[in-house]
C-alpha cells in the first residue's frame, strides 16, 4: 500500500521500491481491495524481498516495525512508522491501515521529497 500511495503522490519525481522482510509472495487481495477504494490501482504490485531491490544506498529507507528483521540496508535516512500487519484482522482492519499509511507517506513526501524537487 505505501509503494502504491508514494507512486500515486509523487509520479515520476521520486524512484520507490517497496519490499518485506517476509513476503507472502502475492498483494493480499485485501489491500487491493482497500487502495481499489481510493482510486489507486495495486494489482499490478507484486510481493518482494528484501533481496529482491536494487541493493545500493537509498535517500530513506521506512520500515513498518519489523524490528530485527530488517536488515541495515544503507540510507541517508532511516524512518519507523511501526505499522501494524492487517493480515490479521478483516477489511476494516486494511482500511485503518490503508488510512494510516497514506498519512504517513503524504507527511513523508512532504518533508522529505517535495523542498528537493524543482519545478
Known amino acids: 500500500m505505501s509503494e502504491g500511495f508514494a507512486r500515486s503522490l509523487a509520479g515520476d519525481t521520486i524512484e520507490v521500491f517497496s519490499a518485506g522482510s517476509r513476503p507472502m509472495g502475492i498483494v493480499h487481495p485485501s489491500a487491493v481491495e482497500a487502495m481499489r477504494a481510493v482510486g489507486i490501482d495495486i494489482s499490478h504490485h507484486r510481493s518482494k524481498g528484501l533481496s529482491q531491490i536494487p541493493q545500493e544506498k537509498y535517500d530513506c529507507i521506512v520500515t513498518?516495525?519489523?524490528?530485527?528483521?530488517?536488515?541495515?540496508?544503507?540510507?541517508?535516512?532511516?524512518?519507523?512508522?511501526?505499522?501494524?500487519?492487517?493480515?490479521?484482522?478483516d477489511a476494516q482492519n486494511f482500511e485503518r491501515v490503508r488510512d494510516l499509511i497514506q498519512t504517513k507517506v503524504q507527511e513523508l513526501i512532504r518533508k522529505e521529497f517535495l523542498p528537493n524537487i524543482k519545478k
Open 64 to 89: 513498518m516495525g519489523c524490528g530485527d528483521a530488517c536488515p541495515q540496508i544503507p540510507a541517508r535516512k532511516r524512518i519507523d512508522w511501526q505499522i501494524p500487519d492487517p493480515v490479521s484482522g
